[in-house]
Structure formats: structure tokens, C-alpha cells
């Protein structure tokens, strides 16, 4: 297991540092409707990994990672996908891999790219997991979700229906199958509601979800909790992980991500801090210098937007 860890970081990095993001390019995979081909990260453990920039038609809404586990006696899938046609494409590079049928899939949480493709899971008969709090937005915001998605897939909507979790969990899942142990874990308020992380103690594997961001600046919603976020952080980089599949962009480690997510809320959080207390506004947040971060994917997309939604939040913390 040692050597085994050790080789597979090397050559994990030898990937990454081969292969950088960039949100410049409209598909990887023009034979699918995934944005690039699934790769297997660790033995049994695969993922197709989105594009960087924001869901558009060239890239069917396959903006985030959509991943599997093959188990040995049947595959967990992370992530329903943002539509039914996306959802059966990643279906048909799982048949094309294994055997082993869909046994579950779980939302990461309630966004369109997580749980849209639920609809033809649903229709393959297979239990979809989520947490509690991610069903909950899901269930309320489902229709505008689905219309959001139709405005940019259009013919690549279709038969895609609201279709939420069969299952829900309040903070933590432990599925045993196939001799793998896997733990659903909800770690703490962070990106959005409901934002959940899969754990692979034994291999030292985590597929983070929108915990953890890299390649691509993490967006601050109206619903985000960058404070919550914060302290959630310190219980995910607690469980030890060596290899990080994050929500978005190509696996990595901790360090990484740290650099890019923990690090990045601790700095915007300084500045608007600052700003606040020398009676700064919400038009001078929105010009905070962000440049340190400059090179992520959609910086120029998200980095006013962040400010001004943490201004608004610290205002009241």
C-alpha cells in the first residue's frame, strides 16, 4: 500500500503539472456529450472532469466533476449531472469500463450539475442520496434550476425532469460495497446548503465537492457561508487526504486547494474586514484588489460578485 501511494502521488503530479485548466476550451470530448473522457485517478476510482468556465450549450453543462467508484460488487456514482443526456453519457463510459451496474448515486449537493441528471437515474432504477439540506433547496428551486439549464442547453434539455433524492442524510453515510468503505460526510456550512464530501479512509482519497477549489475561483452565493466555510475547512483537511477530487478541476492534493480556497476566504475576508472598519462601501468592495488570484478561471466572472456578497454578509457577522 505504501509503494502504491507513494507512485501514485508522483505520477498524480506528473498529470497536473501536464495538464492545466483552462475555461478558453469548448470541449475535450467531441465524441460525447461529457466535456472530456473519464480517467481513473486511483485503481477504482474514475472521474470526468467539467470545464473550468461557466455551463454552456459546447459544453452540455458538464462544468464540474462527475465521478465513480467501481467497488467490485457495483459502482457509486458522484453526481447525477446537469441533464439526462449527460447523466446517460457518463452511464455509457461506465458500461464501457465495467460491468458492474449503477447501484447508487450521490448529489454533492443541490445545484443543477448535481442533481438535473437525476431524472435518468431515477428512470435506470437506481437510489439517489443526498443530504438533507440539499434536497430541501432542491425541492423549492427545482424548476428554476431545470429553466435556468433549458435557457443555455436547449435541445440538450431534453427529457431532463425535476427529480430530487430518493434518500437523505442528516451528517453522515457509510456504505459498504464490494469490500470498499465509503463515507458520505456532510462536514459543515461552506459553498452551498447541503455540500457534502465522499471519504475513502483507505486509500486516502477524498472527492471534496465544492469544499475545495483550484483551477477555478470559488464562487461566493447569496446562500454560501464563507465563515462557516472557514471552520468547515479545518474538519476536511483534518481527515488526512492525500488525494483531492475536487468539485472542480483536475484532482490534486491538499495543499493545492488550500492555497486556492481556504487561503483565498482568508484573504477577501481581510480586506472587506478592513474595508468595513475604516467605513468602506459596497461600491468599494467591489474594487478590492483580488489580482493574487487573478490567473483562476472565471476570476473575471466571479471575483466583484464575491466581494460584494462577503461585504454583505460581514457587515452583519
Known sequence: ?????????????????????????????PASELYSKPVEII????????????????????????????TGDGVVVVNGGASSRLAKALHDEIRRITSQPVKLVINENG?????????????QGVPILAHEDAATVFKERGY?????????????????????????FTDKKVIEMGGMHIEVIAI???????????????????????MAFHERMPPVFDDTNTEGWLESWEKFEALGAIFVIPGHGHPTNIAQ??????????????????????GG?????????????????????????????????????
Open 1 to 29: 500500500m505504501r509503494h502504491f501511494t507513494v507512485t501514485a502521488v508522483l505520477c498524480l503530479f506528473a498529470w497536473i503539472n501536464g495538464t492545466l485548466a483552462s475555461q478558453s476550451i469548448p470541449d475535450q470530448y
Open 43 to 70: 485503481p477504482r476510482v474514475w472521474s470526468a472532469i467539467g470545464a473550468t468556465g461557466p455551463p454552456t450549450y459546447e459544453n452540455s453543462g458538464h462544468n464540474n466533476n462527475l465521478s465513480f467508484i467501481v
Open 111 to 123: 445545484q443543477g450539475h448535481a442533481m438535473l441528471g437525476n431524472s435518468y437515474w431515477a428512470a
Open 144 to 168: 428554476d434550476i431545470l429553466d435556468r439549464m433549458k435557457g443555455y442547453n436547449r435541445d440538450k434539455a431534453e427529457g431532463t425532469k425535476v427529480q430530487g433524492p430518493s434518500e437523505t
Open 188 to 210: 459543515g456550512p461552506a459553498h452551498s446548503p447541503g455540500d457534502i464530501s465522499v471519504w475513502l479512509p483507505k486509500q486516502k482519497l477524498v472527492i471534496a465537492g465544492d
Open 257 to 278: 486547494v488550500r492555497r486556492y480556497t481556504r487561503d483565498y476566504l482568508v484573504y477577501l475576508r481581510g480586506k472587506v474586514r478592513a474595508l468595513i472598519d475604516r
Open 281 to 317: 462601501s459596497l461600491q468599494d468592495a467591489y474594487a478590492i484588489d483580488q489580482s493574487p488570484f487573478a490567473h483562476l478561471d472565471t476570476f473575471k466572472e466571479l471575483a466583484k460578485r464575491n466581494a460584494g456578497r462577503v461585504f454583505e454578509q460581514m457587515e452583519f457577522e
